[in-house]
């Protein structure tokens, strides 16, 4: 089997993050489930989406970083998986062999990290040609009862369990920008102390960390494994079959030269 790609959806794309109850974004759905379907790669496809406007807000009336609250878990991860549906939904109708994955059913926390994770069945969805759509989620932690799982912590993690070749972030920011506004081509170990005091959290309700929370889990990713990874604007039509086909875009995240 040739190493896996792994792409993550920003929940701002698939969804209305501005608003304060789930809004998705039907359209854009199609959209990347077509440009999966109609793009011609050789290597199996870990999908992971995240949460948006279907998670943020609920994270945040129940207090879910600070404290368990089993209603708030409850509600939280069905509407997490409701939007899961949706984007399998898509990718099916759009000839994408794809399932869903959810990460409470699989993954272990502990102070808010995963500590295990179950990926047995998704090596096998790869082995078989099947495409496992994973997702920003809730999950019960040894030492807080449960916790927010972004889907920027499941990326590195399920990309290096899983050998990856490469790693996409489809954003709604085109990668990583300098105080300027201008797009940095390469951020390595080395640069990234010097560029991230000019990288934002995130516009909206985002209980996850933003941009800099992405961007350093994938440093430290490349520094330790150098798998690359590339943050672009998923936001544009065209956008995801360029960075499935290795077009030069974004940001490229990775180890020292
Ligand atoms: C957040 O997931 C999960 C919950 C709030 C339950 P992500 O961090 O992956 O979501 P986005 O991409 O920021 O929307």
Redesign the pocket.
């Known amino acids: 089997m040739n190493r896996p790609i792994v792409l993550?959806?920003?929940?701002?794309?698939i969804?209305d993050?501005s608003s304060a109850v789930p809004k998705a974004l039907p359209g854009t759905i199609e959209r990347i489930a077509k440009e999966v379907a109609g793009a011609s790669v050789s290597n199996p496809l870990i999908l992971?989406?995240?949460?948006?406007?279907?998670?943020?807000s609920?994270?945040k009336q129940f207090k879910?970083k600070e404290q368990f609250d089993a209603k708030g878990l409850i509600e939280?991860?069905r509407?997490?998986k409701s939007l899961n549906a949706m984007v399998v939904d898509a990718l099916v109708s759009a000839g994408v062999p794809a399932l869903p994955v959810h990460p409470l059913s699989c993954a272990m926390l502990k102070q808010g990290r995963i500590s295990d994770m179950q990926t047995a069945p998704i090596y096998e969805m790869l082995n078989r040609g099947l495409v496992p759509v994973l997702?920003?989620?809730?999950a019960m932690d040894s030492m807080r009862g449960a916790d927010?799982?972004?889907?920027?912590?499941?990326v590195p993690y399920v990309a290096r369990k899983m050998g990856a070749e490469r790693i996409g972030i489809g954003?709604n920011i085109d990668g990583v920008l300098d105080n300027e506004g201008q797009n940095i081509p390469v951020v390595t170990p080395a640069t990234f102390d010097g560029i991230r005091k000019y990288i934002g959290g995130?516009s909206h309700t985002?209980?996850?960390?933003?941009m800099l929370?992405k961007v350093q889990e994938l440093v430290e990713l490349a520094g330790m494994s150098g798998i690359s990874s590339r943050i672009f604007d998923a936001s544009a039509a065209g956008s995801i079959t360029r960075f499935l086909q290795g077009e030069t875009m974004g940001t490229l995240i990775q180890k020292n030269k």
């Open positions: 993550k959806i920003g929940g701002s794309i969804t993050k992971v989406h995240g949460a948006g406007s279907f998670g943020h609920l994270a879910l939280t991860h509407s997490v997702h920003g989620d809730v927010i799982l972004s889907g920027d912590q499941i954003s995130s985002d209980v996850t960390g933003g929370g």
